[in-house]
């Protein structure tokens, strides 16, 4: 009968060093780090797959006992490539929001906190960010800004895209202020390239009072407020 096989020998350098030493809720916002990570993690798998099958697949024997632990690489391999593909879209959207972020903010002022939402998949972002500190201040406004995906494509039938893939600035807008209002972001809709977000006063005496929502139409290069911002 053959062999055993010992998995832990083959598992990816990668993952048990990002894995040691933190807690299960752990996670990286940095797109680079993760991307980085992802690509080694495939990396490391993919040679850890032809160390384990090559010297073994020799004989049937040896393919049903290894069935198993194949199938636990291969699915490995297919959640890491899923992971590498939202870290290439991530980068991709990074470096126009940095620049956006740099243009808005102040000397004093400085980014505190950012999310960035798929409305329509692969194609329409939009992005909530907040900067606090302007002047000096004890102050924060949140934006609002919708990034939409424009892909080069040839110039001859049947217009094949190139590759080459970058994040346009649709438009952007202040959607909550300090001791003004605040939103409800993760309870946003949008449908019809219509982005309706529901908002809050932070007025005194009527804090945390619903107030109308800031209702947004997505125009082609601009962006339509409907209601809800004063």
Request: glycine share 6%; with cysteine.
């Amino acid at each position: 009968m053959s062999e055993g096989l010992n998995i832990s020998q083959y598992l990816p350098s990668a993952f048990d060093q990002q894995t040691s030493n933190i807690g299960p809720a752990t996670i990286t916002n940095d797109p680079k780090q993760s991307y980085e990570f992802h690509t080694q993690c495939v990396v490391q798998c993919l040679g850890s797959l032809i160390l384990i099958t090559r010297p073994r697949w020799i004989s049937l024997s040896a393919v049903r006992l290894q069935g198993g632990k194949v199938r636990f690489i291969i699915l490995f391999l297919i959640l890491a490539t899923s992971n590498l593909s939202l870290a290439n879209e991530n980068k991709l959207i990074t470096k126009p929001v940095d620049s956006l972020v740099e243009l808005v903010s102040d000397i004093y002022s400085s980014e505190f906190s950012r999310e960035i939402y798929d409305i329509e998949k692969n194609n329409l972002k939009a992005v909530f960010f907040t900067i606090e500190g302007f002047g000096g201040g004890n102050n924060w406004q949140r934006y609002l800004a919708i990034y939409e995906k424009s892909i080069k494509r040839k110039q001859e039938p049947p217009f094949e895209p190139t590759g080459e893939e970058k994040y346009k600035l649709i438009g952007y807008l202040i959607v909550a202020i300090k001791n003004n209002n605040s939103i409800a972001e993760e309870s946003f809709s949008y449908k019809n390239r219509k982005l309706t977000i529901p908002s809050f006063s932070q007025r005194p005496g009527k804090r945390n009072q619903k107030i109308d929502d800031i209702v947004i139409n997505i125009k082609a290069h601009s962006l339509e407020v409907v209601s809800g911002i004063n």
